[in-house]
């Protein structure tokens, strides 16, 4: 695998199902996102990681919870979601030192809220 | 506070022929950097070019040109011979300062497309 990967590439769950998002870089990054695409919106940024310490949550609901175990691997973790919580969810990675350095994104999962 | 504006919600332009999407943008910071992305059907972002704000020439990526003017706070993307597969959401995106990690601001896209 090369690039940045990200599973499931689509998701369908129900306002009371507990299901999480991967995402994986294998591209030697330091710095890891999560950002958030609704229709006719821009890009939200959610979360960022810098070498597996959250340095950025953008008045995110707690019903979003990230994981990052290592530099490689970041999680999102979905509880009791909402309808309106139906997106694309973005993953992305890059360098930390000096820059600034562009963001590789991961293909997105495209989530629904039932 | 950073801004990124995109007033062009959609272009058309012909194949072979050259495109210019609008990017506008405002920031106090002095130390700034421009991106442009690619978002085809499949939702993967593309990265295309980056400008710093500290840059004295204009970015150039192959078929893809900015043209930064800094006065007018603008970032245009150029991209010169359209192909069909350049049909796709563009955006526009702006971080400040020189921290490490890049907090990217969005612009609400261009979506191109182009026809034979």
């Known amino acids: 695998e090369t690039g940045v990967t990200q599973t499931p590439r689509h998701l369908v769950m129900g306002m009371t199902n507990k299901k999480s998002l991967k995402c994986e870089q294998h591209l030697g990054h330091n710095a890891m996102y999560w950002y958030k695409q609704s229709a006719k919106k821009p890009l939200e940024l959610m979360f960022v990681y810098n070498f597996k310490e959250q340095t950025e949550n953008n008045s995110v609901p707690s019903r979003f919870s990230p994981e990052c175990p290592n530099s490689s691997h970041l999680f999102l973790h979905l509880h009791t979601l909402q309808p309106e919580d139906s997106a694309l969810y973005l993953c992305?990675?890059?360098?930390?030192?000096?820059?600034?350095?562009?963001?590789?994104f991961g293909p997105g999962t495209r989530l629904t809220v039932t | 506070a950073q801004k990124i504006t995109q007033t062009q919600p959609g272009m058309f332009v012909q194949e072979k022929e050259a495109v210019t999407l609008d990017c506008t943008y405002d920031?106090?910071?002095?130390?700034?950097?421009l991106f442009w992305y690619k978002q085809p059907s499949s939702g993967e972002m593309i990265f295309l070019i980056y400008q710093g704000s500290y840059d004295q020439q204009n970015a150039t990526e192959g078929r893809y040109s900015l043209n930064f003017q800094k006065a007018r706070k603008s970032a245009n993307l150029v991209i010169s011979a359209s192909q069909l597969g350049d049909s796709a959401m563009y955006f526009c995106?702006?971080?400040?300062?020189?921290?490490?990690?890049?907090?990217?601001?969005f612009g609400t896209g261009t979506r191109l497309l182009v026809s034979p």
């Open positions: 995106a702006m971080n400040e300062g020189t921290t490490g990690f890049q907090k990217l601001v």
């Open positions: 992305a990675s890059s360098q930390d030192q000096g820059g600034p350095y562009e963001q590789y």
């Open positions: 920031t106090s910071d002095p130390s700034y950097g």
